[in-house]
């Protein structure tokens, strides 16, 4: 390998970045949409549910209760209706998602016994805000039942035993306001070096085809290895800068926590950016054109990134097939890692299965993109 060719290789290719304004609107401006989209458009926060009430007692008692539910950060009280028929209305209609009926005898039994219900109606359509909205329903209601056993042990001179028996006292570590932001953004980067990386690089070997250069470039006595690593160069580049403005974007505007350090980032984006440039280094090999070259590239990294990496939906929770096939995926491996240098601030000792993986697709995809060019026609 000679330093003056693969120079010369890499000069053109970024005079050509420079010239074309789509690849160059696609390398800087990609990251920053697509940060700005997901981390204010992509959330699995459940706030601010809408609730339509049913108070057919409207006593002191129900509307204190209705007044903790409006308390809370998780629901807005947006109508009160009559009777059930314009409950299901409200429901039916989108106006709110959880429906509280509150019964005729709602203070006489709690002032008797201690205990009454609250019948919830949920909107089901959405599962995942069907059950949060139960659970902080549920959390609500049991701590008012709290204070309302409370009063009436201690009316009857019975307050010793209304202290219960057990109690949980929690603390969530490396995330800890629970926010789905924190855990969806870091993977983001991830995203974006995958699409980026893989279909800037996808056109490279594609656009000599497609515009007739090919022969020339053949022609000349630069080797395939030269060809790669410079045409691949200015792509690593900036990757490396877009990774970077990610980063800061996540750290500086979204607000995520960034507990570890930027060499361990740094050198394992670097990995996974040899990785998807030698993916989309070998579509474009193999592909004809451009348009083909672009489309192979986006399928098979949006896809994979999105749907099987960890990236949204959790692996964990996944069924185990499809667990399995997930170690087969690249960015499995580096949104870990995003999301432990992010939120737990891990080092290399603790990463060191997805690092080692990380490192052993590089070398396999190294070798193959290596393999794949021959500077011949036909």
């Keep these: 390998m000679t330093w003056r060719r693969f120079a010369a290789i ?5 005079i050509h970045i420079w010239r074309d304004g789509r690849s ?3 390398a800087l401006f990609m990251p920053i949409m697509q940060m700005a989209l997901i981390g204010y458009g992509a959330s699995l926060d459940v706030k601010h549910v809408p609730v339509c009430t049913s108070d057919r007692e409207g006593s002191q008692r129900s509307q204190d209760l209705l007044k903790r539910f409006q ?5 807005d009280l947006v109508e009160c209706v009559p009777d059930d028929r314009a409950l299901i209305a409200a429901i039916d209609a989108g106006r709110c998602r959880l429906g509280l ?3 005729t005898d709602f203070s006489e039994r709690l002032r008797d016994t201690a205990s009454s219900t609250v019948q919830a109606i949920v909107d089901g359509t959405d599962d995942n805000t069907a059950n949060v909205a139960i ?3 549920q959390a609500v209601v049991s701590g008012y039942s709290a204070e309302v056993r409370l009063d009436f042990l201690s009316r009857r001179g019975l307050a010793s035993q209304a202290v219960p028996p057990l109690s949980v006292e929690s603390r969530v570590w490396f995330n800890e306001d629970l926010e789905s932001r924190a855990f969806i953004i870091p993977g983001v980067v991830a995203l974006v070096m995958a699409l980026i990386g893989a279909l800037l690089s996808s056109l490279t070997i594609a656009r000599e085809w497609e515009r007739g250069t090919m022969e020339q470039l053949i022609s000349t006595p630069v080797r395939p290895l030269e060809i790669m690593l410079g045409k691949l160069l200015p792509y690593f580049l900036i990757g490396l800068l877009d990774a970077l403005l990610c980063v800061s974007i996540a750290v500086g505007w979204f607000g995520v926590p960034f507990r570890g350090t930027y060499a361990m ?3 394992t984006t670097a990995l996974f950016l040899v990785v998807v440039l030698g993916v989309g280094y070998i579509i474009s090999v193999w592909s004809p054109n451009q348009l083909g070259a672009s489309q192979i590239a986006l399928l098979v990294t949006l896809l994979p990134t999105t749907l099987l990496s960890g990236f949204a939906f959790p692996i ?6 499809i667990r399995l096939l997930t170690y087969a995926i690249y960015p499995r491996y580096y949104v870990t890692i995003l999301k432990a240098i992010f939120l737990k601030g891990a080092g290399p000792w603790s990463l060191a299965m997805p690092i080692f993986a990380l ?3 590089a070398f396999v995809i190294g070798v193959l993109a290596t393999r794949t060019f021959r500077k011949k026609l036909g």
């Design 24 to 26: 160059l609107g696609i």
């Design 265 to 267: 980032l740094l050198a």
């Design 71 to 75: 308390a809370s950060e998780y629901f």
């Design 135 to 137: 659970a902080y329903a």
């Design 316 to 321: 964990d929770q996944m069924p185990a097939p």
């Design 10 to 14: 890499a000069r053109k290719e970024f």
């Design 359 to 361: 490192a052993a697709y």
């Design 101 to 103: 009926v509150i019964p």
